[in-house]
Structures are given as structure tokens and as C-alpha cells.
């Protein structure tokens, strides 16, 4: 079995594996990814709670100062040893990151140049509810281009 496996690497992480970094070859420690621990362990199949849990622990204990001892990557395997609730082994997936819509930093622009003293949590509530072809009807009304 590959120790690098996601599925051996969230094992051990679930387990609090203190062990394991230093386990790791010299090659092996190359190839290994804090942040694709992080990714990975962020997020478990199971009850809305649980789920909330790892979320909220690994906002808590990694990722707030994950940069900070970025020179350690022992210490970061360690901190993340402190996630799990000490529950066994959990199944975890990937969260990919979500993609932004095509067109929306133009809308955004357009709109601050429509409306200048709203603020940009108000300008990203407009262009979420405010489809493109809106946009270009009431641009079109008041005799502006797109």
C-alpha cells in the first residue's frame, strides 16, 4: 500500500498518527501535500454535524496560521492530528473550489460604474440577482452601451 494514498494519508490522520510524518522516507516527504491534507480532511461524508466539525476544526487549527509554520512540515502533520474527534476512521472527499461564472467580474464593473456609492457587498448582491440580459435592458433604456 502507498503511504502517500489518500486514502492511507486520511487514515492516519483520523487515527492522530503522530508518527507518520517521521515515517515518511526522504522521497516520500518530497512528494507529500499539507494542503492537500487540508483539502482532504476539511471534509467528511456524514451527519451535518460531523461535517460542521472538521470543517470548523480545521479552519481553527490549521488553516488560520497554516503559513506561519510553513517551514515545518512536521508541525503542520502534527496540528492536523488535533482535527479528529477520535471517532475512527471517517470518509472524506474533495470539495473542489467553485467556479466563477463567466462575465461576472464585467457585470460587477458595470454595475460600480451604474451605482457608485453602493457598497461592494451591495454591488455582489445586485449582480446575483440581476441576470446579464437586465443589465443590458435597463443600460439599453437609459441610452448607455453595453
Known amino acids: 500500500m ?13 487515527q492522530k498518527d503522530r ?15 499539507n494542503y492537500l491534507m487540508i483539502r482532504w480532511g476539511s471534509a467528511v461524508v456524514g451527519s451535518s454535524d460531523l461535517q460542521e466539525y472538521y470543517l470548523r476544526q480545521t479552519n481553527i487549527r490549521l488553516n488560520k496560521h497554516f ?32 467556479k466563477k461564472e463567466p462575465g461576472a467580474n464585467s457585470m460587477k464593473k458595470q454595475l460600480q460604474e451604474l451605482f457608485p456609492h453602493y457598497k461592494s457587498d451591495e454591488i455582489d448582491l445586485l449582480a446575483a440577482i440581476t441576470t446579464k440580459k437586465e ?3 435597463y443600460l439599453k433604456d437609459l441610452g448607455l452601451e453595453k
Open 2 to 14: 502507498d503511504k502517500l494514498s489518500i486514502s492511507n494519508l486520511m487514515k492516519c490522520f483520523d
Open 19 to 33: 508518527d507518520f510524518y517521521l515515517s515518511l522516507t526522504d522521497e516520500e516527504r518530497k512528494k507529500f501535500s
Open 67 to 98: 503559513f506561519a509554520i510553513n517551514k515545518h512540515p512536521q508541525l503542520q502533520w502534527l496540528c492536523a492530528t488535533t482535527v479528529s474527534p477520535g471517532m475512527g476512521s471517517m470518509r472524506h472527499e474533495w470539495l473542489s473550489l467553485k
Open 135 to 137: 443589465l443590458d435592458t
